[in-house]
């Protein structure tokens, strides 16, 4: 519904938009540059890094628009801000899955071979 409330002033203002949409973009580039790069020197899995990646270069727009809507109400500056979020975040984390793919086999970083020889205990002596 606050999409809806938003949609003129949107399609009207796009220099007010691209000024809203700045900083997430910057927090965005930061953000999966920071915990992928984290995750890869960590020698962390794909698996781990790319969801890491994606929660944390998040910014929880639903916990946002709840809190905008209640403190300044629906057609305030905050709601529309927190309109253009979610219609940043989507496209960009498709994205970011899309690159985490392509890059995924560089993940982890030092793979460790075992070999069977390594893990059966052949070591061991029993008493």
Do not use: C
């Amino acid at each position: 519904m606050l999409f809806s409330f938003e949609g003129e002033v949107i399609l009207n203002n796009p220099a007010l938009v691209a000024l809203l949409a700045a900083p997430n973009l910057l927090h965005y580039v930061t953000m999966i540059t920071i915990t992928y790069s984290v995750s890869w020197l960590a020698n962390w899995d794909y698996q781990t890094s790319i969801v890491t990646t994606l929660i944390g270069s998040s910014s929880h727009f639903e916990i946002a628009i709840a809190m905008a809507t209640t403190l300044y109400g629906i057609g305030s500056g905050a709601a529309l801000a927190t309109v253009i979020g979610p219609l940043m975040e989507v496209p960009l984390m498709l994205s970011l899955t899309r690159f985490g793919l392509w890059t995924s086999k560089y993940f982890p970083r030092n793979k460790i071979k075992v070999g069977v020889g390594n893990i059966s205990g052949s070591h061991l002596t029993s008493s």
